[in-house]
C-alpha cells in the first residue's frame, strides 16, 4: 500500500527566501509528525499534529517555522526567511494511534525532503 | 525528560558474525521503545518496537531486541550479520503521555564481507 510520502525530494534556495514542504500520510493515520535531521544535531521533532486537537508546536526552533495541516490529512511545513543552518532533511511520519489503543503506535516515515539554502 | 544514549557511533562486524546494536534510555513511567533503520538518502525503516509483555522483541530482516528494565537497555541484536545490513540505527524513546519520539544519536553499521 501507500506510504507517506513528501515533497518535493530536494530543494535548493536562497537565504531569505520562503520554502514550503509537503508531506502526505498513510490514508487513516490521524497523527503526523514533523522531525528534522541534520549534521549537528542528529534527528529532532519539529511538531504534532494529532486529529482535531491543538498540535504540539514545541520543537519548533524559531517563529520562521510553522506549519498546517488541512483536513486532517496533507501538512505544509513552511519555514521563512531561511537560514543556512535551516539547511537539512525533513522528515514526515504518521501514525494511527486508534490501532494500538493509544499506546506506542509505530510511526512510518516519508523519504524526506533534502533542503540546501545557500 | 526522556533521553536516549546509542554509546557507539560505529559497530564494525565481519559478515556471519553476531550483531548489537547498544541503547540505554531514560524515561518517567514505562517506556515505549523502537528502532529504525536508515539507508542512505532513504527515511526511516521500522524494525521494530517494545510496548509491553515479553522482553525479546523479534522484528524484521531477522533483528531482535532485549528489553532491560533494571539496565533500561534495549538493544539491538541479529545472530548472523549480513553486508545489505550496512545502515545508519537509530534508537527511539516515546514517553506514555507524549506523542513524540526522542532519537538517539544513531549508530553506523558497517558490515564487512
Known amino acids: 500500500g501507500a506510504g507517506v510520502s513528501q515533497s518535493p525530494s530536494n530543494k535548493v534556495t536562497e537565504k531569505g527566501k520562503d520554502v514550503e514542504l509537503r508531506c502526505d500520510p498513510i490514508s487513516g493515520h490521524t497523527a503526523l509528525y514533523w522531525y528534522r535531521q541534520s549534521l549537528g544535531q542528529g534527528l529532532e521533532f519539529l511538531i504534532y499534529f494529532q486529529g482535531n486537537s491543538a498540535p504540539d508546536k514545541s520543537g519548533l526552533p524559531s517563529d520562521r517555522f510553522s506549519a498546517e495541516r488541512t483536513g486532517g490529512s496533507v501538512s505544509t511545513l513552511t519555514i521563512q526567511r531561511t537560514q543556512q543552518e535551516d539547511s537539512a532533511v525533513y522528515l514526515c511520519a504518521s501514525s494511527s494511534p486508534r490501532a494500538s489503543g493509544g499506546r506506542g503506535e509505530t510511526q512510518y516515515f516519508g523519504p524526506g525532503t533534502r533542503l540546501l539554502v545557500l | 525528560a526522556q533521553s536516549v544514549a546509542q554509546p557507539e557511533d560505529q559497530v564494525n562486524v565481519a559478515e556471519g558474525n553476531p550483531l548489537t546494536v547498544k541503547c540505554t534510555y531514560s524515561?518517567?513511567?514505562?517506556?515505549?521503545l523502537f528502532w529504525y533503520v536508515q539507508y542512505p538518502n532513504r527515511g526511516l525503516q521500522f524494525l521494530l518496537k517494545y510496548i509491553t509483555g515479553d522482553n525479546l522483541v523479534k522484528g524484521s530482516y531477522g533483528f531482535e531486541a532485549e528489553f532491560n528494565k533494571s539496565q533500561t537497555s534495549f538493544h539491538l541484536k541479529k545472530p548472523s550479520a549480513l553486508v545489505s545490513d550496512s545502515a545508519l540505527y537509530f534508537c527511539a524513546v516515546r514517553d506514555v503521555s507524549w506523542g513524540k519520539l526522542q532519537f538517539g544519536a544513531g549508530t553506523q553499521v558497517v558490515v564487512t564481507p
Open positions: 524515561v518517567s513511567g514505562n517506556p515505549y
